[in-house]
Structure formats: structure tokens, C-alpha cells
Nanobody, 114 residues
């Protein structure tokens, strides 16, 4: 069964850090690029970070550039999103997905609040 499972979300104060993980089963990351997306309450889906084309193309949304870092551990079939200097506007449900968009996880909630 093909499955993507996110973890690592939670409540953090502004300026804090979190690391999200997305573990895949049923297909290898090495043949699929991966992305992180997020959706804040009342807003549309935003592409946050991408690591596509066998890890050679890494891109970030302007809103997270310099604060977030995306990485893949192919041996563990796990995608990561290191989030630093978090802001209240980073509050959202975060989803991992393949670059092709054909597979999505169920999401993990990140809340940034004092």
C-alpha cells in the first residue's frame, strides 16, 4: 500500500523551531521528487518547499526562504522540513506530496502562537 505519513507538528512560540517528517511506504523517494505544501485557515494551498528532479532542484516559497530547509534521506524514505524563526503566519496544516501531485499525506498541524 502506498502511504505518506507526516509527523512533527505542534504548538510553538514565535521565533521557535520545528522539524516535520514525512515517511513513505510502498514507493521509493529516489524515483519521485517531493514537496511540502501548507494550508492556513481560510486560505488556499501554498507550495512551501520542493526537492524535485532526483534532489537536484530545491525551491522555496518567498515567504519561507532563509528560514525553512527541505531535505530527503533516501535510505529512510523520509522527507524533512526544518522550520526556524517561525512566525504566526506559518500556522497551517502542512502536507507532503510527490512532485507529480499523485500522492499526498494526511497532514500535520503547525501552530505558532505565544
Amino acid at each position: 500500500e502506498v502511504q505518506l505519513v507526516e509527523s512533527g507538528g505542534g504548538l510553538v512560540q514565535p521565533g521557535g523551531s520545528l522539524t516535520l517528517s514525512c515517511t513513505a511506504s510502498g514507493f521509493p523517494f529516489s524515483t519521485n521528487g517531493m514537496r511540502w505544501h501548507r494550508q492556513a485557515p481560510g486560505k488556499g494551498l501554498e507550495r512551501v518547499a520542493s526537492i524535485c528532479t532526483a534532489g537536484h532542484m530545491i525551491e522555496y516559497a518567498d515567504s519561507v526562504q532563509g528560514r525553512f530547509t527541505v531535505s530527503i534521506d533516501n535510505a529512510k524514505n523520509t522527507l524533512y522540513l526544518q522550520m526556524n524563526s517561525l512566525k504566526t503566519e506559518d500556522t497551517a496544516m502542512y502536507y507532503c506530496a510527490t512532485c507529480s501531485g499523485d500522492r499526498w499525506g494526511q497532514g500535520t498541524q503547525v501552530t505558532v502562537s505565544s
